[in-house]
């Protein structure tokens, strides 16, 4: 059976212009003042996904996974090589995109259904299930203006995924939605996969690769590290992890971040224990500091924090906004949030901080790093369970029945 | 996999269907464009419609707008014109419109297509489709409107009982599609340009200002044909704005100036009375070549400009 995507020797170069200067005037002026760099956000990567293959794309923030997903997609020409596509495509590079706030629910799933190639035909047959799927059937004829940001999602995804293409392409959405719903994109992913389509999915979770995918390709700065077995695909990444948070300077890092485009990245984390270490005795207090860069002034945004278990148990997942009862104002340039956990109650293990920048109104995410840093508890205490408990245990021993 | 699957699904390989999309460095030609194009002409009909539907939504009038334009040119440019500036073109407002019609077609349909792609910045960025759709549609939306506001002027010479001519009446189909090729041209083009450049969009307003008095569409084409012809010049230069083969078609069909033979205003149309059929379409078949070189050079620069839209936005 020949293979669901080829990619052949795909580089794709960037020119990044120290200023983007967009009118002709400022062209002309700042014409030898502008320096352009080069560089390869995605450097000579060979692929080749079978039919009824998930493949999970794995890096960290600007490793060029997104890049090359959007290579895929069509949406930008690589710089030299080629790619081949087999069959109808569907890309889930946001939910959503391309739904007009001006038009109905209704409207904006014909709309979107065109947008990605099916016809009008196709959408009027499972018109029916997808608004069923995004439990939408009371709403679909109000302008998606009026909609919650969970349920644009909702009809987002429900769109792509009942459309049935032959190969979806996934950027991490599946990390939006309440929990409830995010399980129902699981389910409909692991369906999809029975049917026998095709799935990119673009992550930096290496849980999800383990959970969903065949296979996977681990990118880091643009270069492909490895291809094939998931196991083997997260240990090559957490390496690659660590040793580019090993050397980072934190001025190189943010620099880094700041060429990576975007007006508002995260440029590292930390978690650190009331000792200084990464390793906290339950009830100490521990301290989460998140360093963001912003490229322009963004007015207001928020930072979420989602601490998990290494089995994805979510024990917090709270905004700086449920925190604070605000939002933060006015980020620009290099700044910090810092998140002061008194006394952390839970038991021994490893914890993941997945820390997300997104607008007020939680549509738009500027950044995410959903494993931003990590932290111990260890007490050395034989107990299981995930939090530490006040308990009082009482013993009466003696009595006897008469 | 598991062997409990109730129904595999069936690549679209073994369907009919089979395609293949490819991604590679070459832009592809002009006419795989046209053709992946012709694939997505429903995206073309959806992404026009919406055009049309977002334009009034939430206005109580909707699609009377479109109408009450044209029919407000209609009423104020009479009574300007006929009453207080006692111009010697009767039916001054029909005149008018029969010219200006075409040229708004062209202009708005122009100046939407510029704008089609900065403005769809998040579909561009995240899905895939021909690129030329978002510009086609923006068209497309000033073809319809056009076709709309016609009506207006089928009514118009209803009221006033005055009649196209009807043995040019097959001309007009010519005359549109040169404007329609015009507008592609361009607005392909500008559309990928203004990405890169948005000096473009503001440009552009000030060339349709200049283009549209440089068009006789307020004045008749003879001023503009006396003066040549004063120098001795063919009035076929006048013909290198490619708007007037179009707006002249228009006026000599539809406001028909035959009905002003044997009356002193027939002397405004002389030009237009004078001339066959025959050179009417020879004029809209050099606008209509010009046009035809025009977008094969744009569709070529914008597929250079395209490798990197969703990046550039």
């Known amino acids: 059976m020949e293979p669901a995507i080829e990619i052949v020797g795909v580089t ?43 493949i ?63 016809s009008r035909e196709h959408v009027t047959r499972i018109f029916d299930e997808i608004v069923a799927f995004a439990e939408l059937e009371e709403f679909i004829d109000q302008q998606v203006k009026y909609y919650s940001s969970g349920m644009y999602a909702r009809l987002g995804f429900a769109v792509a995924v009942n459309l049935e293409p032959d190969v979806l392409l996934v950027d991490e959405v599946l990390a939006v939605g309440d929990e409830n719903f995010q399980r129902k994109c699981l389910e409909r992913v692991r369906r999809f996969q029975t049917e026998g389509r095709t799935i990119v999915l673009v992550t930096h979770s290496p849980d999800q690769v383990i959970q969903l995918c065949d296979r996977a390709l681990v990118l880091d700065h643009g270069h492909s590290l490895h291809v094939g077995d998931t196991a083997e695909a997260v240990r090559v990444f957490r390496h690659a992890l660590h040793a580019s948070s090993g050397s980072t300077d934190p001025v190189l890092a943010e620099a880094a971040a700041a060429a990576a485009g975007g007006a508002l990245r995260i ?26 860069v912003a490229a322009d002034l963004v007015p207001s945004a928020r930072a979420r924090i989602v601490i998990t278990t290494h089995d994805g148990v979510q024990m917090l997942n709270a905004s700086t906004f449920d925190l604070l009862g605000h939002d933060l104002e006015a980020l620009d340039g290099a700044g910090s949030v810092r998140f002061r956990i008194d006394r952390l109650p839970f038991l021994d293990g490893s914890y993941r901080v997945g820390l997300v920048l997104q607008d007020p109104s939680e549509t738009f995410q500027y950044d995410q790093d959903l494993e931003a840093c990590t932290f111990d508890v260890f007490s050395g205490r034989p107990i299981i369970g995930r939090v530490e408990l006040d308990i009082e245990v009482e013993h009466s021993t003696g009595q006897r029945t008469p | 996999m598991t062997a409990a699957t109730p129904e595999r699904h069936e690549p679209s390989a073994r369907r009919s269907h089979y395609e293949v999309r490819e991604n590679r460095t070459v832009a592809p030609g002009f006419l795989q464009r046209g053709r992946r194009i012709w694939e997505y002409r429903e995206l073309l009909g959806s992404l026009t419609r919406r ?34 500036l006692r111009t010697d073109v009767p039916l001054y407002g029909v005149f008018l419109l029969s010219g200006l019609l075409a040229w ?17 910045g998040p579909l561009v960025q995240k899905v895939w489709f021909p690129r030329e759709i978002l510009p086609l549609s923006a068209i497309g939306a000033a073809l319809i409107n056009f076709f709309f506001q016609f009506v207006v002027l089928v009514i118009a010479l209803v009221v006033f009982q005055r009649a196209p001519a009807w043995e040019y009446l097959p001309l007009l189909i010519p005359a549109l599609a040169v404007t329609v090729l015009w507008s592609a041209a361009l607005g392909i083009v500008l559309s990928a340009v203004n990405v890169h450049y948005r000096d473009v969009q503001h440009f552009l307003e000030l060339v349709f200002l200049a283009w549209f008095w440089l068009t006789p569409i307020v004045y008749q084409f003879d001023l503009v044909g006396d003066l ?50 025959m050179w009417y379409l020879e004029n809209l078949a050099i606008s209509g070549a010009m046009a035809a070189v025009v977008l094969v050079i744009g569709v070529k620069i914008f597929g250079k400009l395209e490798a990197d839209l969703g990046e550039e936005l």
């Open chain 2, 228 to 277: 040549l012809a004063e120098r001795g010049i063919t009035d076929r230069l006048a013909m290198l704005n490619p708007m007037i083969p179009v707006v002249t078609t228009f006026q000599r069909v539809i406001y028909n100036p035959t009905h002003e033979i044997g009356t002193q205003a027939a002397a405004n149309f002389d030009f237009l009375l004078g001339r066959s059929g």
């Open chain 1, 267 to 292: 440029a590292g984390a930390t978690a650190t224990a009331d000792d200084g270490s990464d390793t906290v005795q339950p009830g100490d207090g521990v301290t989460i500091e998140l360093r963001y």
């Open chain 2, 104 to 120: 708004t077609m062209f202009s708005t349909g122009v100046t939407g297509a510029t704008i089609s792609i900065t403005g769809n």
């Open chain 2, 51 to 84: 055009e049309l539907k977002i334009k009034y939504k939430d206005s109580i009038l909707g699609f009377l707008w479109t109408l009450l334009n044209p029919l407000l040119y209609l009423v104020v440019f009479s009574i300007v014109f006929a009453v207080l």
């Open chain 1, 56 to 118: 999970g794309l794995l890096g960290h923030n600007g490793s060029g996974k997104s890049t090359l997903l959007k290579c895929i997609a069509g949406t930008i020409r690589p710089t030299s090589g080629e790619i081949r596509v087999r069959g109808r495509m569907a890309a889930m590079l946001e939910l959503g995109a391309g739904f007009h706030p001006d038009l109905t629910g209704r409207e904006n799933v014909f709309l979107n259904g065109s947008i990605l190639g099916f």
């Open chain 1, 12 to 54: 794709k170069r960037f020119r990044r212009h120290t200023e983007p200067n967009k009118s002709i005037k400022e062209r002309l002026l700042y014409f030898r003042k502008n320096e352009v760099k080069e560089f390869d956000a995605l450097h000579d990567i060979d692929l080749e996904v079978a039919q009824g293959e998930t």
